[in-house]
C-alpha cells in the first residue's frame, strides 16, 4: 500500500516556501490561486534548482485554451478539468503515482545514480 503525507497551501506565494524548504514528490496546482496565480508559480518552480524537477499537476476550471497549452510546456504532467469526474480522476491520479515510482525504480536502478 502507498502512504502519502498531504499538505496544503493557502495560496501561491506560501507554496514556494514551502516547495524551497521541503521535499515533495508531486505538486497538485490550481490557475486561479490567491496572491500567485499557478502559471507564475510553476514558472517559479521550473526556475529554482531545488524543485525545478518535482511533477506537478493541474487541477482548475481554467479552459482557456493558451493558458493549457503554456502549462504543458512547462511540463505539467496532467490537467484535471474542474469539476471533475472523481472515478476518472482517480484513475488518471493512480496513473501520475504509478508513473512517478516507476521513475524512481528506473532511476535507482541505472549505474549513473550508484
Do not use: W
Request: one cysteine or more; hydrophobic letters at 40%; aromatic letters at 4%.
Amino acid at each position: 500500500m502507498l502512504h502519502c503525507l498531504v499538505d496544503e497551501a493557502q495560496n501561491g506565494v506560501v507554496a514556494m516556501k514551502r516547495l524551497v524548504g521541503e521535499h515533495y514528490d508531486l505538486v497538485f496546482l490550481d490557475v486561479y490561486m490567491p496572491e500567485q496565480d499557478g502559471v507564475s508559480l510553476l514558472k517559479e518552480i521550473r526556475s529554482n534548482p531545488h524543485c525545478a524537477k518535482v511533477p506537478v499537476a493541474i487541477l482548475s476550471s481554467a479552459r482557456d485554451k493558451s493558458v493549457i497549452l503554456e502549462l504543458m510546456q512547462l511540463g505539467v504532467k496532467e490537467y484535471f478539468l474542474k469539476p471533475l469526474d472523481i472515478d476518472t480522476s482517480v484513475k488518471r491520479i493512480q496513473q501520475v503515482v504509478t508513473d512517478l515510482l516507476r521513475s524512481r525504480i528506473t532511476t535507482s536502478a541505472s549505474p549513473d545514480s550508484q
